[in-house]
């Protein structure tokens, strides 16, 4: 069922002021004597306040209290409508905890009985009697005011809750994403130094003529890169007890092995298609390697989120930036998705931020569900 007070801005000016004239048809009746004008204001003032109740509950809440409360003293029979008005301007203090709920309870049974007795004093059985009634409606007003005021903070604390709670999952989820790339890029990293080690203790044994300065430099750069090769075990050392098992020994991958991803994305059931669009240079292995993370994560993402959809993956570098773009034509993200990204899309992001370039992922404009990495490759042609 729709809950027109959350989706019609008008819903709050519509019923007060449709209280506001059953008050008025209930307080003018055809041959009824006259009315004083001050008990007739106080009727109007009491529901019409309402009207503003959506945009100040508090002011809105307390002048209907109060109207009602004169009314009720200056009027013999009191209307239904300003009863109900009355009664409302109590839960709209209550619910949002203008007041204690204990004291407004006992303000409100306070100013019923003085409005009583101010309006029939010389009554003394109805000065005793008739506030009984509305007393309990105005005491049930504030309970429910108070119960939905406790539901909504429940409510508020809980999405705190969860919202600091994915806060810290997709934390720990780019920590270990970081430490993973640091592992992978220490095999990187290490193969480049290993190699700056040999071509240097070589070459003071191949070239001849050497000068003994040169000579002395090549050492001190064989002895500087065999030092950097043991700190980084060090610290991949660190990195594997406390954050993830250790990686395995393969090669790292090349956006070459992206043909064999592929096929075994279409060999787990789904559709996969590939187009590249390559000048043909060199590319950094840091590079590589993260492009070819960025599509087997999506990939991933696509089998799990649209099994049986048909993925697009391209790959273009015609400019400074090396582009991917993996498409699918699956349902899409829901809005739950698209509000908490999974960690797969936090990891991916990480990749692309360690290069200096971006990613964005959501929904297609035609279906589906689009990821789009950005991977700076102008001047990083090495490493």
Not at 86 to 102: E, F, K, N, Q, S
Not at 186 to 203: K, L, N, R
Not at 306 to 321: E, F, L, M, W
Not at 335 to 341: F, H, I, L, V
Request: net charge neutral.
């Amino acid at each position: 069922m729709t809950d027109l007070r959350r989706y019609s801005p008008a819903y709050g000016p519509v019923t007060g002021a449709l209280l506001g004239f059953a008050a008025v048809v209930e307080f003018v009746r055809p041959g009824e004597p006259s009315f004083e004008l001050e008990a007739f204001g106080c009727v109007v003032v009491s529901t019409a306040s309402l009207i503003w109740r959506r945009a100040h509950p508090v002011p809105s809440g307390l002048i209907a209290v109060v109207a009602a409360l004169l009314a009720y003293a200056l009027v013999p029979e009191i209307p239904m409508s300003v009863a109900v008005a009355g009664a409302t301007g109590v839960y709209l203090l209550a619910r949002h905890r203008a007041i204690h709920p204990a004291l407004l309870s006992v303000m409100a049974v306070a100013g019923l009985v003085i409005a009583t007795m101010a309006g029939r004093g010389d009554e003394p059985l109805r000065v005793v009697t008739e506030p009984l009634a509305p007393a309990l409606g105005l005491l049930a007003a504030v309970a429910v005011g108070e119960a939905v005021y406790s539901r909504r903070e429940a409510h508020r604390q809980r999405d705190t809750a969860l919202a600091r709670l994915l806060e810290i999952q997709a934390e720990q989820a780019a920590s270990a994403e970081r430490a993973r790339i640091a592992r992978e890029l220490h095999d990187v990293v290490a193969h480049s130094v290993s190699v700056i080690v040999v071509q240097a203790e070589t070459t003071t044994y191949t070239t001849g003529e050497l000068p003994p300065a040169a000579r002395e430099g090549l050492q001190q750069i064989a002895v500087s890169a065999r030092a950097a090769l043991a700190e980084l075990r060090q610290l991949l050392t660190v990195l594997r007890e406390n954050a993830a098992p250790p990686v395995g020994t393969a090669p790292q991958p090349t956006l070459a092995g992206l043909n064999q991803l592929l096929a075994q994305h279409r060999s787990a059931g789904g559709a996969a298609q590939l187009d590249v669009n390559d000048d043909g240079a060199p590319l950094a292995t840091v590079v590589e390697l993260s492009a070819y993370r960025i599509v087997q994560e999506a990939l991933t993402n696509a089998r799990r989120h649209a099994p049986g959809a048909t993925v697009s993956v391209n790959i273009d570098r015609s400019g400074d930036d090396l582009v991917v773009r993996v498409t699918d034509d699956g349902p899409g993200a829901t809005e739950t998705e698209a509000r908490r990204p999974g960690h797969g899309l936090i990891g991916m992001r990480e990749r692309a931020a360690l290069l200096g370039g971006s990613l964005t992922a959501g929904p297609s404009p035609t279906g589906g569900f689009t990821v789009i990495a950005r991977l700076p490759i102008k001047g990083r042609t090495s490493l």
